[in-house]
T-cell receptor, first 109, second 115 residues
Framework: GQQVMQIPQYQHVQEGEDFTTYCNSSTTLSNIQWYKQRPGGHPVFLIQLVKSGEVKKQKRLTFQFGEAKKNSSLHITATQTTDVGTYFCAGSFNNDMRFGAGTRLTVKP | NAGVTQTPKFQVLKTGQSMTLQCAQDMNHEYMSWYRQDPGMGLRLIHYSVGAGITDQGEVPNGYNVSRSTTEDFPLRLLSAAPSQTSVYFC??????????????FGDGTRLSIL
């Protein structure tokens, strides 16, 4: 079936270091969404990418959608303790959406 | 601004019991869905609805039923609870569903334990 693979599963960084999580699909995606879930909380929508090769920025966060629309990445520059949480990608295949397993980010002050 | 409201927040059941998880949204969203979240497995779609009176199965529908009699409400029923259904359940809604998916708004979740 259609799946979205996300790596790494965990990432522990020192505050100020950069962080990247990657999502890959074996089939072309209609679009991809990114969500953040704080510990004990619920997923919160961050952004949606639709176009091939699209790059969007939100302050220290940079989101990319691959040229073939099969992969995406989220990069955080100079992490802060407020970035702690699990980051999920969600890929759309026609009218279906599948979430990646998430990358859990911890930040050491 | 209630958004998506889920009740209860916590529940403990015995194997074989049935129960209904409630979900209501006040944003007039057409699309509603139920996910379960298990460690290391992300969010898996159980059932979804694209409008009142219309429901369909997601990735892991077995053991669950849904109905959508109104735009606002989308309850999830566990028919005969099993320990494998111990999980955190999230309800979500979005304005519409299609090739240009809209952002999903999630409720706070129901933490369910089956003994």
């Amino acid at each position: 079936g259609q799946q979205v693979m996300q790596i790494p599963q965990y990432q522990h960084v020192q505050e100020g270091e950069d962080f990247t999580t990657y999502c890959n699909s074996s089939t072309t995606l209609s679009n991809i969404q990114w969500y953040k879930q704080r510990p004990g909380g619920h997923p919160v929508f961050l952004i949606q990418l639709v176009k091939s090769g699209e790059v969007k920025k939100q302050k220290r966060l940079t989101f990319q959608f691959g040229e073939a629309k099969k992969n995406s990445s989220l990069h955080i520059t100079a992490t802060q303790t407020t970035d702690v949480g699990t980051y999920f990608c969600a890929g759309s295949f026609n009218n279906d959406m599948r979430f990646g397993a998430g990358t859990r980010l911890t930040v050491k002050p | 601004n209630a958004g998506v409201t889920q009740t209860p927040k916590f529940q403990v059941l015995k194997t074989g019991q049935s129960m209904t998880l409630q979900c209501a949204q006040d944003m007039n969203h057409e699309y509603m869905s139920w996910y379960r979240q298990d460690p290391g497995m992300g969010l898996r779609l159980i059932h979804y609805s694209v409008g009142a009176g219309i429901t369909d199965q997601g990735e892991v529908p077995n053991g669950y039923n849904v109905s959508r009699s109104t735009t606002e409400d989308f309850p999830l029923r566990l028919l005969s609870a099993a320990p494998s259904q111990t999980s955190v359940y999230f309800c979500a809604s979005s304005y519409s569903r299609g090739a240009g998916n809209q952002p999903q708004h999630f409720g706070d979740g129901t933490r369910l334990s089956i003994l």
